[in-house]
């Protein structure tokens, strides 16, 4: 095998090594550009689709109707309850919290935001991590050209002599299948959102996430009836205008 074989194998080396020690953070509250904001709510469709759509489970599509304007900001409230999103890090939901994060905050300005992995089940993480430690060790045998069966008295298996004469294909084989199977694993395909202690909103119940409208009008909704703001004052599903007394 060649250096630039050598090279790639490194590096996947490197990586399986890291998803071992490092773990996704448990907090992640960022701020989305404007700019960027209305560049992926900027589709225009009809008012009856106006509803957020999964249409994968790696990918979150949000929409919005045309006629969509910005929610008028309440301030000055005080103690607001914390908005915590829990979602799939691996499927890449991290966009869409940012831009619902960008949405809430428009209209609650003084309102905490956090937002946080949803685990897999324990054994599903266990497994995963067990799959990856064996990658690695697999990785590392077919490399080294070492055949530890041989201390066992196993001889030297067939399949461990095609293992070391491919390395570069076989060694390749191995990362992917088992990252597409560490993925799987990890993949909850969750959306879950909170106010603080009062669930929301759940992508594992509803088979989608909530438009914009839908999230804003339930976060109203709530703090009216905590008395947080006075009763009426909250939007009407579709419309982000606060009616004026």
Known sequence: MNKFGYY?????????IRDVFVRVPAHVEDEHDADEFKKEFGDEIPADEGYSKGTEE???????PSSFSKPKP????????TLKFVFCVSCGYRNAFE???????ERYPDMPIEGSNYPPAPWKAFLAQAINVLKMVAIGIVVSGANPFEALGLGYPSILQYGHQNKLSVCMMVFLLSNMIEGSLIS???????????????????????SPQELIQ????????????????????????????
Do not use: N
């Open 74 to 81: 309440l301030t000055g409230i005080k103690d607001l309850p």
């Open 58 to 64: 790696d990918h979150i599509e949000l929409r919005e």
């Open 218 to 245: 339930l976060v109203d909704s709530q703090l009216e009836l905590l008395g947080k703001i006075p009763a009426g004052s909250g939007t009407g599903f579709g419309d982000f205008q606060t009616p004026t007394p």
């Open 99 to 105: 831009q619902f994060s960008h949405v809430v905050r």
């Open 188 to 210: 909850t395909g969750a959306f879950e959102i909170y106010l603080g202690e009062h669930q929301l909103w759940s992508k594992l119940d509803s088979g989608r996430v909530p």
């Open 8 to 16: 790639i194998l490194s590096f996947a080396l490197i990586l399986s």
